[in-house]
């Protein structure tokens, strides 16, 4: 099949739910982080949110490694350039 006629390609309603659960559930996360009383929740809290905000940015940097036009690789023709 060509891609012309290859049909786009939808993403699936139970990953979208999930995301929306996980979004959620990570808002009220941050909150109470911030509203907690003890310190160590609260070092923990920002360890474990840290940790998340890093395998984000790694899982976005790997995705974006995978496809044609990364912006990991324009930025890199930008740096080589200069």
Known sequence: MTP????????PVDAAIYLTICGVA?????IA???????????????????FMAGAVMEQLR????TPTSSVKILRSMLCEA
């Not at 012309?4 to 993403?11: G, K, L, N, V």
């Not at 982080?33 to 940790?51: H, N, R, T």
Request: hydrophobic share 60%; aromatic share 14%.
């Open 33 to 51: 982080v911030a509203m907690s009383k003890d310190p160590l929740f609260q070092f923990e809290g920002y360890i474990f949110i840290a940790g």
């Open 26 to 30: 990570a808002f009220i996360l941050t």
């Open 4 to 11: 012309a006629m290859a049909a786009p390609r939808r993403t």
């Open 63 to 66: 995705i974006d490694a995978l």
